[in-house]
């Protein structure tokens, strides 16, 4: 079935540190991917988003590729900031008949002073 | 201002007694869904609506049940809820489908 698995955390950076949080995905198609952000006390925000192979989403110094050979699509950020701590959703989406997104199970991102 | 409102935001109830949690969206969306959060488990989608009068099931639909009859509104019911609902349930909208998706800020429910 169609299915998200992302790193387990809490992933704990000091400022200025660099961030990946890896996603792999198993779909029966073309997903769609996204990244949500969750901040504390609220509820999800998009993003970041790939809708085919290559496409490199990017917003807010976060950066994922759509790497449709190892089918992942990991999260990265050059230099993280207290403000960046989070959950982090990785999920995909086929459309069509499924309409739904599928949603891995969160990381959390612990950012230090 | 474009959002997704819930009400309540929280709310602690006994084993049976039937709730309502409202969802609004005024961002005239197609698509509106709830999910449920639980820790370890992530996002789990319990009913979608493609659009008014149009509502499906997601994976975790026993025990609530959903209406759609105005665009807008999207409002989940639970008939007799019990202890295993116990979660933090989340309703979203998006334009057209389940892509990009807008989320409320989240209703916490204890059953207690």
């Known amino acids: 079935g169609n299915s998200v698995t992302q790193m387990e955390g809490p992933v704990t950076l000091s400022e200025e540190a660099f961030l990946t949080i890896n996603c792999t995905y198993t779909?029966?198609?073309?997903?769609?991917l996204f990244w949500y952000v969750q901040y504390p006390g609220e509820g999800l925000q998009l993003l970041l988003k790939?809708?085919?192979?290559?496409d490199k989403g990017s917003n807010k110094g976060f950066e994922a590729t759509y790497r449709k050979e190892t089918t992942s699509f990991h999260l990265e950020k050059g230099s993280v900031q207290v403000s960046d701590s989070a959950v982090y959703f990785c999920?995909?989406?086929?459309?069509?008949?499924?309409?739904?997104?599928?949603f891995g199970t969160g990381t959390l991102l612990a950012v230090q002073p | 201002e474009a959002q997704v409102t819930q009400n309540p935001r929280y709310l602690i109830t006994v084993t049976g007694k039937k709730l309502t949690v409202t969802c609004s969206q005024n961002?005239?969306?197609?698509?509106m869904s709830w999910y449920r959060q639980d820790p370890g488990l992530g996002l789990r989608q319990i009913y979608y609506?493609?659009?008014?009068?149009?509502?499906d099931k997601g994976d975790v639909p026993e025990g609530y049940k959903v209406s759609r009859k105005e665009k807008r509104n999207f409002p989940l019911i639970l008939e007799s809820p019990s202890p295993n609902q116990t979660s933090l349930y989340f309703c979203?909208?998006?334009?057209?489908?389940?892509?990009?998706?807008?989320f409320g800020p989240g209703t916490r429910l204890t059953v207690t």
């Open positions: 979203a909208s998006s334009p057209w489908g389940p892509y990009e998706q807008y």
């Open positions: 779909a029966t198609g073309y997903p769609s």
């Open positions: 790939a809708t085919k192979a290559d």
């Open positions: 999920a995909l989406s086929l459309g069509g008949a499924t309409n739904k997104l599928i």
């Open positions: 961002m005239n969306h197609e698509y």
């Open positions: 609506s493609m659009n008014v009068e149009v509502t």
